[in-house]
């Protein structure tokens, strides 16, 4: 039900928009990604058109709202269609409200609310083009159902509410709204944490690493850090999966939110990797 269909997934370029990219282009879907680094999404890239699937790629700060709609109109004008919006692109900088200021709390504005809506109202109107529906996945947080500790819990508390806003505007047209809340997954969102804590949890897993912020976290490390706590941390591959199973459901059945935890998600949720 979803070959030959288009998607458009951001924040692709590691983590849970990497493994939704995948899974999709899998079930013959054709991908377009975007996210920040070129050289990660040419890979990605790679990895899809080998395994016999179609993917477009574009690397820009998402951010820039007039690129971001640009890209999905593209989308539409390059496959005639839009079915798919996956809004995955989100960032966590951490730190306590009172200890922050309002750059970084712009900036996660920007990037988990803003970049959202940009990207749905340019989705809706190529949906709309085409006559047949789609449906726009938001990838929000846990931390939106349960006791937040910082700004980024309240942007996808924010993340819900347009989720239902949308749902209510969209009622009358067949576009579906999904909103999907992981728990606490090994991912690259790890990257914006301080040294020292990513060090110590890659010593403790047997990992030698010197860590920057900002870096990409090292596959091995992520792998690891499922193995060992995987009672305690989703994989990206247990969101994507979450991902197929709302756009698999029959037109008759939405699938209007999604909140998935591993087993012991209190041991763990007061850390995104």
Same mark, same amino acid.
């Given at each position: 039900?979803?070959?030959?269909?288009? +998607?458009?997934?951001?924040? +692709?370029?590691?983590?849970?928009?990497?493994?939704?990219?995948? @899974?999709?282009?899998?079930?013959?879907?054709?991908?377009?990604?975007?996210?920040?680094?070129?050289?990660?999404?040419?890979?990605?890239?790679?990895?899809?058109?080998?395994?016999?699937?179609?993917?477009?790629?574009?690397? *820009?700060?998402?951010?820039?709202?007039?690129?971001?709609?640009? *890209?999905?109109? =593209?989308?539409?004008?390059?496959?005639?269609?839009?079915?798919?919006?996956?809004?995955?692109?989100?960032?966590?900088?951490?730190?306590? #409200?009172?200890?922050?200021?309002? /750059?970084?709390? @712009? =900036?996660?504005?920007?990037?988990?609310? #803003?970049?959202? %809506?940009?990207?749905?109202?340019?989705?809706?109107?190529?949906?709309?083009?085409?006559? =047949?529906?789609?449906?726009?996945?938001?990838?929000? $947080?846990?931390? +939106?159902?349960?006791?937040? $500790?910082?700004?980024?819990?309240?942007?996808?508390?924010?993340?819900?509410?347009?989720? &239902?806003?949308?749902?209510?505007?969209?009622?009358?047209?067949? #576009?579906? #709204?999904?909103?999907?809340?992981?728990?606490?997954?090994?991912?690259?969102?790890?990257?914006?944490?301080?040294?020292?804590?990513?060090?110590?949890?890659? &010593?403790? %897993?047997?990992?030698?690493?010197?860590?920057?912020?900002? /870096?990409?976290?090292?596959?091995?490390?992520?792998?690891? %850090?499922?193995?060992?706590?995987?009672?305690? *941390?989703?994989?990206? =591959?247990?969101?994507?999966?979450?991902?197929?199973?709302?756009?698999?459901?029959?037109?008759?059945?939405?699938?209007?939110?999604?909140?998935?935890?591993?087993?012991?998600?209190? %041991?763990?949720?007061?850390?995104?990797?």
């Amino acid at each position: 039900m979803l070959t030959n269909k288009t +998607a458009v997934i951001t924040g +692709a370029s590691s983590g849970i928009g990497r493994s939704v990219a995948l @899974r999709l282009a899998r079930e013959g879907i054709h991908v377009f990604i975007t996210g920040r680094s070129k050289e990660a999404l040419e890979q990605l890239k790679h990895q899809i058109e080998a395994e016999g699937g179609k993917a477009s790629a574009s690397a *820009f700060d998402i951010r820039n709202t007039v690129v971001l709609q640009h *890209f999905i109109q =593209e989308a539409h004008a390059q496959t005639g269609r839009l079915d798919i919006l996956i809004n995955n692109a989100g960032l966590h900088l951490h730190g306590r #409200i009172v200890d922050t200021g309002p /750059d970084s709390w @712009r =900036e996660m504005i920007d990037v988990n609310i #803003i970049a959202l %809506l940009a990207g749905t109202q340019a989705a809706v109107q190529s949906m709309r083009l085409h006559g =047949e529906g789609g449906h726009i996945v938001n990838i929000s $947080s846990g931390n +939106a159902k349960e006791p937040g $500790s910082d700004f980024y819990s309240a942007t996808k508390h924010m993340v819900n509410a347009l989720g &239902q806003a949308l749902t209510k505007e969209l009622a009358s047209e067949p #576009i579906r #709204i999904t909103t999907i809340m992981p728990g606490a997954v090994a991912t690259n969102f790890g990257r914006t944490l301080e040294p020292a804590r990513v060090e110590q949890l890659a &010593q403790v %897993l047997g990992i030698e690493l010197k860590f920057t912020p900002g /870096d990409h976290l090292p596959e091995s490390l992520l792998q690891r %850090l499922h193995e060992a706590m995987g009672q305690t *941390f989703l994989s990206s =591959e247990d969101i994507s999966d979450a991902v197929l199973y709302a756009l698999k459901q029959p037109l008759n059945i939405v699938v209007r939110e999604l909140y998935v935890t591993a087993p012991n998600v209190y %041991l763990g949720n007061d850390v995104s990797f």
